[in-house]
């Protein structure tokens, strides 16, 4: 029953899980030859996962409990553990770091905040800016990990660093809403 229908997105969110250490150390390997190739493959699936586990569980109306937990988990992840492989690797210094510190800090601040509000009871939905950010995110990271793999693709690692830019915008900017709308439960 462990493998019946209704389990797959959580097998989906687990997998993206178990693909998250094995992109890092490609990324990590610095191999333009076959791993960063590989590592774009591996965070395309486990990216496009993300859309399709939610999406699934929705449809057959298997939302659970496990999966609302491990999701946003997975998520961040995946885009924490590629954002450190890639500082890493990169050579683009402060303009790779700071948007990347920024989005590492906002998703651990906001990952304690919900849960101390969780335990008052006190639950965000998931806004469509926030979907947007995500988005940014992925994007930025796919283009960033496969620059080198294909360095035939014109101005591939400026667009990841501007795309990066765009996501930490996008994450102060749902930062600062969650914790706007979590300080009024707070007091």
């Not at 899980?17 to 190739?37: E, H, N, Q």
């Not at 800090?105 to 939905?125: N, Q």
């Not at 930490?168 to 007091?187: F, K, N, P, S």
């Amino acid at each position: 029953m462990i493998f019946a229908v209704k389990a797959i997105p959580n097998w989906m969110t687990i997998g993206r899980i178990l693909a998250t250490p094995v992109v890092a150390v490609l990324i990590w390997m610095d191999s333009p030859d076959f791993g960063y190739a590989l590592a774009l493959a591996l965070f395309t699936l486990a990216s496009v996962t993300d859309f399709f586990d939610g999406w699934i569980a929705r449809r057959l109306n298997v939302v659970s409990p496990l999966g609302e937990m491990l999701d946003p988990i997975a998520d961040k992840m995946l885009i924490g553990c590629a954002l450190l492989a890639l500082a890493n690797v990169t050579k683009a210094g402060w303009v790779f770091l700071v948007p990347a510190l920024v989005i590492l800090l906002r998703e651990f601040m906001i990952s304690g905040l919900r849960e101390y509000l969780a335990k008052r009871s006190f639950s965000a939905p998931v806004t469509a800016l926030a979907k947007w950010k995500t988005t940014a995110q992925i994007l930025a990271v796919g283009f960033l990990i496969g620059a080198p793999a294909f360095p035939v693709v014109p101005f591939a690692a400026e667009t990841g660093l501007v795309l990066l830019w765009i996501a930490a915008g996008l994450t102060v900017q749902t930062g600062y809403g969650y914790i706007r709308e979590a300080l009024r439960h707070v007091a």
